[in-house]
């Protein structure tokens, strides 16, 4: 990713604010209780690797910034006191600010703000939202950055809802970011290897897909520094609000293969288990069978499977013509 060396927007104490999510540790062995739960001490939080590729590049940015620009990483995280190591890991990696954001009455439990769907991602990109408009009088971020990955099961919505919480522009995927003289440049890249250049007025909200990250390991007084740093946090008075009948992440259907023999050879393995059995492929529509008559066998099976809703009958008005 690289950086142009043209001036970078104002105003005077530029900042490039990274917006980080924890994940689960995969290199730290878990262990349970005698009670069969999970040992919380050991369950270290860490930051996901969409997120640190939104930090790589703020990192670099920082780095091929002119002196005189006075370019700043501050991170934020929206979650509870147990997502504080993934600002220590920050910090320890080469931010020199963080914050954490929360609500004064919200709940502290794991599971108690949401259900992994686009409205408590929303609520959360709400909180950021709100966190960046009040502290914007002290400092203002040039550039929000953060991964492309969500809370939502996959939808990747976070970049979207704070970007239109503070309204401002916004790119989805990027993988190259350079300042330009009103903004910045970003290109974005779409399917089968395409890429898309986008020009940004101002601060905007950008996203990025996770990649192999070059930040290596931190050093061991960073490391010190940062276990023994004080995380400031902003508290919000408003209340915990996740919206209802926003877009839900798609369920997939389980469907049963059955066992094929242990006597069949590879090709009627393969073939047993790929092939509905006698009477289990659904219904047949017969080409003597009329299109009404077709069409409404369809409605009934979707109907059947869940893939429709059956509606009441709709009430026939009476048209009067003059």
Known sequence: MSLSESPMPSPDKKELTVLLRPAWRTDTPLRLTNEGG?????????????????????????????????????????????????????????????????????????????????????????????????????????????????????????????????????????????????????????????????????????????RDAALGESALPSWQFAQQALIPLALLESPWIAEKGLLRPPLPRVKPLPMPAPGLDAEARIRSMTTFPSGGGGVRLGADLSTQTQVETLINLLTARGYLRKNPSPQVLPIRIQ
């Open 38 to 210: 999970l040992r919380v001490e050991e369950a270290l939080r860490t930051v996901d690797p969409a997120g640190r590729t939104a930090l790589e590049l703020a990192l670099h940015l920082r780095q091929k910034a002119p002196h005189s620009e006075r370019l700043s990483v501050r991170v934020l995280c929206v979650g509870p006191a147990r997502d504080e190591p993934v600002l220590r890991e920050a910090l320890a990696l080469g931010a020199d600010s963080v914050l954490r954001v929360w609500g004064r009455n919200w709940p502290e439990a794991p599971d108690a703000c949401g259900d992994a769907s686009t409205a408590t991602t929303q609520a959360l990109a709400r909180a950021a939202g709100e966190v960046l408009r009040r502290e914007g009088p002290r400092w203002t971020p040039v550039l929000i950055l953060c991964g492309e990955r969500s809370a939502d099961a996959g939808h990747e919505a976070f970049g979207a809802c704070l970007a239109q919480a503070l309204n401002r522009p916004f790119a989805h995927r990027a993988v190259d970011v350079a300042a330009t003289s009103e903004g910045w440049r970003v290109q974005v890249a779409l399917d089968r290897g395409w890429r898309q250049e986008l020009s940004l007025t101002g601060c905007a909200v950008v996203t990025v897909p996770a």
